[in-house]
């Protein structure tokens, strides 16, 4: 049997990705304590506030100006998964919506024919850094469903099945593997078709580990993407680390991991029509991303509810979110 491994490419900031998946970025920052305001109690001298991407003693204020993060921008015709391992994130959106979400959460929205929204990332602890860890992965929609009204569903970290066995931890984000289905994405989402096959797998080996990834059906796309540690090998092939490999989703994959390794596993049957794609927006011609800008200009995708563009949420720690139909949810109680 031919090698399972068809390519392998090296990580960069942002990942490479194949149809279905358009953008996948892991965010690692190590802030500094706070400053009362959710904001570093560091000198932001020297950075380029509003575009600060470079690393500077480990971390960044991306577009945010006192608390890092991404304030108010908009988005059509594809989808975001962020799955934040360490921090917490701050959403608000144009429907009137918020939420406040982290240390193991996923949010995953469907911007359809169009949001705005913000994702901010307060620092709580003021006497000890403040460790922000996400995934933030962008899916496309098929034509039929670009237009789809805006939704987001939360994936609370109690509600995501984990499996563990031999050494080895998979978080079940998507996809169902075995016994292990997780929660459902939003109902517009691509990965609410059955014959998509999405599936979104945190992989995480001990030293020794030794794990045989199912296989999927065929004409499945499946990139690993070994993140973290020392690499793995895949079928006695091996694959360093910050690295993505393209492997053959119809074989069984025997993987092992000589040290700590962590890995993100993305998988999905490709939609396979034109993209284009300027910005946030995504949709199949151009003639179609000029009337998304038209769109925007004239409608702000619903307006912004919000006294600025980088709404946060109070010194309160309790994951919540708040939909636009008025229903509250929390991360650890019954829905309220």
Known sequence: MASPVIQTVPLGFQWPTIDPFLFCVHHLDIYPAADGRLGPAASLEGRSIGNDFEPVDGWRMYHGSHVPGFPQHPHRGFETITFVRQGLVDHADSLGATARYGRGDVQWMTAGGGVQHAEMFPLLDETSPNTLELFQIWMN???????????????????IPRQETNGVTVTVIAGSLGESSPPSPPPASYASRDDADVALWHVTFEPGASWTMPAAAEGVARVLYVFQGDGITVAGEPIGASTGAVVDATQDLAITSAGATEMLVMQGRPIGEPVAQQGPFVMNTEDEIRQAFADYRATQFGGWPWDGPDPTHGHDDRRFARHADGRVEYAATAEV
Not at 141 to 159: I, N, Q, R
């Open 141 to 159: 929609l098929p034509a039929a469903d670009k237009m789809v009204d805006a939704h987001f569903t939360m994936l609370w970290d109690h509600d």
